[in-house]
DNA sequence: ATGCCTAGCTCCGCTAGA
């Protein structure tokens, strides 16, 4: 199974790189995130024929996740659902989505799109916001599953876990997506029983980054960050073939600034 | 290394993204 995870802001502007993708690489589930159409909007038939079924939830404008799926989802989850504080966070319906699926081998796999809010400047209020929901998600995986769970959950985290995920650190010190306290929230996730995918198979690799800014030509000249994560539960490592970063629609014409990282499973 | 892109929304300039 493969399996992959891809920003897209806006998929109205996407749409055909999205239907391309799926054909050249034939993935059978991917997660987008910031579709930023309401959730009866959905570009969806252009995907359908193509064989998906299509689950996404979205606002006005802004956000909005969705899983396209080649196997039919068994049930389903949206948002904060089930935890008693989810109205502080009103936006997580367009942030979090998950569906459970199974095959010959598996006989339950949760798949999860996921996009943690950007934190805007430093120690603004929606900076502690994103801090709070990166928190919070952690409880909502504790209210629902565990450690054991075959569990993927992939998506824009916003955050690079390490010096090592940007381009130039000392530039780049304390600034939203790299700041301390966002690498030690991450951790606190990953502390549920997580593992960031593509450092299991590459420990030490530097300069892969999934998204690279609009501006400075800085996809031309590599200076990106690692802010899109597959982070999978223990019984999953061993199935894992590959995970890597597919730059070539970076490179299409009018692209998204993230590009989509892709893993391979055994099931 | 902060707005030099980009997208959406509301009206042709603003906010947000990261």
């Not at 799926?22 to 991917?30: K, R, T």
């Not at 603004?124 to 504790?142: A, G, H, I, N, P």
């Not at 990953?190 to 400075?216: C, H, M, N, S, V």
């Amino acid at each position: 199974m493969l399996i992959g995870t891809w920003n897209v802001n806006s998929i109205n502007m996407r749409k055909d790189h999205v239907s391309k993708f799926l054909q050249e690489f034939s993935v059978d589930v991917l997660a987008l995130q910031e579709t930023k159409v309401k959730t009866e909007n959905f570009p969806g038939l252009l995907f359908k024929k193509l064989g998906y079924e299509i689950y996404h939830h979205g606002g006005k404008g802004r956000n909005g996740i969705a899983l396209l799926s080649k196997i039919k989802a068994e049930d389903t989850k949206i948002g904060f659902e089930g935890l008693k504080d989810a109205d502080f966070f009103p936006d997580a319906k367009e942030r979090i989505l998950g569906i459970k699926i199974s095959n010959e081998v598996l006989k339950e796999l949760w798949i999860f799109s996921v996009y943690i809010p950007n934190g805007g400047s430093v120690n603004s209020d929606y900076y502690f916001y994103k801090l709070q929901f990166l928190w919070k998600f952690r409880d909502f995986l504790e209210l629902y599953f565990s450690k054991d769970t075959p569990l993927i959950i992939m998506g824009d985290f916003n955050v690079a876990p390490e010096d090592m995920d940007v381009y130039d650190p000392e530039i780049l010190k304390e600034t939203i997506c790299c700041t301390e306290r966002e690498k030690n929230a991450f951790k606190a996730l990953l502390e549920f029983g997580l593992f960031d995918a593509l450092r299991l198979k590459y420990p030490d690799k530097q300069g892969i980054f999934t998204w690279w800014d609009y501006q400075f030509f800085a996809f031309q000249k590599n200076q990106g960050m690692r802010l899109d994560h597959i982070l999978i539960t223990h019984p999953l490592i061993d199935k894992l073939e590959d995970i890597w970063v597919e730059k070539t629609p970076r490179g299409w014409k009018k692209p998204s600034d993230h590009t989509p990282l892709l893993a391979k499973f055994n099931f």
